[in-house]
């Protein structure tokens, strides 16, 4: 069992940045595929970015240029920088953690993006 816990959201203004952290414990880290996902209220969940286990990434065309995931598999944990924040991007973002049939999740840190 694998537990993921997500910090370093919060209030930052248009233009502003943040970075999120997700630190996983219980599994075999430099084994799981990792991804951000986001929920905007009223809105389905959309996948943000992804970093597999060779550390390959994608990201969606929204936030492509602004966001950036990356992974220490020393310390267990994924990160999400992002710049350029816009109001669009006010979410709760979620960490997600996948290998062959397992699949976890945190339990989401809320990102809003207000002057």
């Known amino acids: 069992q694998v537990q993921l816990v997500e910090s370093g959201g919060g209030l930052v203004q248009p233009g502003g940045s943040l970075r999120l952290s997700c630190a996983a414990s219980?599994?075999?880290?430099?084994?799981?595929?990792m991804a951000w996902y986001r929920q905007a209220p009223g809105k389905q969940r959309e996948l943000v970015a992804s970093?597999?286990?060779?550390?390959?990434?994608n990201y969606t065309d929204s936030v492509k240029g602004r966001f950036t995931i990356s992974r220490d598999n020393a310390k267990n944990t994924v990160y999400l920088q992002m710049n350029s924040l816009k109001a669009d991007d006010t979410a709760v973002y979620y960490c997600?953690?996948?290998?062959?049939?397992?699949?976890?999740w945190g339990q989401g840190t809320q990102v809003t993006v207000s002057s």
């Open positions: 997600r953690a996948t290998r062959n049939t397992r699949d976890y």
């Open positions: 219980g599994g075999i880290f430099r084994l799981y595929a």
């Open positions: 970093i597999s286990s060779a550390s390959s990434t």
